[in-house]
């Protein structure tokens, strides 16, 4: 959907031990395959002879993130179609982060988050003399993930209020400008916490993630040459 914005929305609607090396391979699948996309999409478009617009759609829909998308679009050309259709895919999170969390609040604890050992958490043995209420529980004191994330409703209120028109002109000249600049610096950042390395050893994320990517290509492909 969304690369680096939907790990980060999925990361903050699950409960699970290992979450944070997890993200971390995420990503680096994300940062890896995106850029590679970078280089080969507009390369296979053209040898596909891919009309501009089936280009950009094309674009919008195959590749992770949308710094990656911008790229690809920017220097063929075909930056609104997408920009445009990569959005599309975002405001998915929205539905998918809320379906996700409620299924996480309704699982017990001892399931969300079992034990180095693969066994689920021991709850403890209540006092025979302390009161049923007082009792603690398997969810007592652990964060609940929230239903949907702040930066995923943040997009959507952004959307909403540009496509009222009451936006000045001059805002809207300016942002862009400053969004590149933003997300020049959230690729640099997202890069420098990415060890190809490790990622690359690690193997199976990599397989699953160029499995992944490569189903998403081919699939979104079909659709293109169907539709547009």
């Known amino acids: 959907m969304c690369g680096a914005a939907a790990i ?10 290992d979450e944070d090396e997890a993200a971390a391979s995420a990503l680096g699948v994300v940062v890896l395959y995106g850029t590679a996309a970078i280089a080969l999409i507009p390369l296979l478009a053209g ?15 195959a590749v992770h993130e949308v710094a990656q998308v911008a790229a690809i679009g920017a220097t063929a050309g075909v930056l609104a179609t997408a920009v445009t259709v990569k959005l ?4 998915l999170l929205a539905p998918i982060v809320a379906l996700t969390a409620y299924r996480q609040r309704r699982l017990p604890a001892a399931v969300r988050t079992p034990d180095a050992r693969g066994t689920a958490d021991a709850e ?3 006092d025979a003399g ?3 209420d007082a009792r603690p529980t398997a969810d007592a004191g652990r964060r609940r993930p929230p239903v949907v994330p702040l930066f995923v409703v943040a997009f959507l209120a952004m959307v909403a209020v540009r496509s009222t028109g009451l936006v000045p002109a001059a ?6 400008g400053v969004t590149n600049v933003l997300m020049a610096a959230a690729l640099f ?5 990415i060890d190809v390395r490790r990622l690359l050893r ?3 994320a990599a397989r699953l993630g160029g499995i992944a990517t490569a189903i998403i290509a081919v699939t979104s492909l079909a659709g293109v040459a169907l539709l547009v």
């Open 47 to 61: 040898l596909m002879d891919l009309s501009p617009a089936q280009l950009g759609v094309w674009t919008g829909a």
């Open 130 to 132: 302390t009161p049923p």
């Open 88 to 91: 599309g895919r975002v405001i």
């Open 171 to 176: 805002v809207t000249r300016a942002l862009p």
């Open 189 to 193: 950042g997202l890069g420098t916490g």
């Open 202 to 204: 690690g193997g199976r």
């Open 8 to 17: 980060a929305a999925m990361r903050e609607s699950t409960d699970l031990p």
């Open 124 to 126: 403890p043995t209540p």
